[in-house]
């Protein structure tokens, strides 16, 4: 009795999913962190300050791991990506 393998394996769809779902998290995630720093930092103006201006000061560790986590989990979505898109014009 032969067996049909097949094309994908099952742990190499799962990893390709948790990359893509990285990316959709990525987003989200960031803004939720710096508009909750955003309405807590004393001083901060969202309309004369950037946000990439919460890495500075006591609490700027905060927007640093931010910034750190969400670039990770953006660089595990576009590996995802890569393994999605093999055939036509992407990649």
């Not at 067996?3 to 960031?30: D, I, N, Q, Y």
């Not at 950037?50 to 500075?56: E, R, T, V």
């Not at 700027?60 to 995802?80: H, K």
């Amino acid at each position: 009795m032969t067996h049909a393998v097949p094309a994908e394996s099952v742990p190499a769809a799962s990893t390709r999913k948790r990359l893509l779902t990285a990316g959709a998290v990525a987003a989200p995630l960031f803004f939720t962190v710096a508009f909750a720093q955003i309405f807590t930092r004393d001083g901060f103006d969202l309309t004369r300050h950037m946000i990439s201006q919460l890495a500075a000061g006591e609490d700027g560790w905060l927007q640093i791991a931010n910034l750190v986590i969400a670039g990770t989990l953006f660089i595990a979505s576009a590996a995802g990506m890569r393994r999605t898109l093999r055939e036509g014009p992407g990649p």
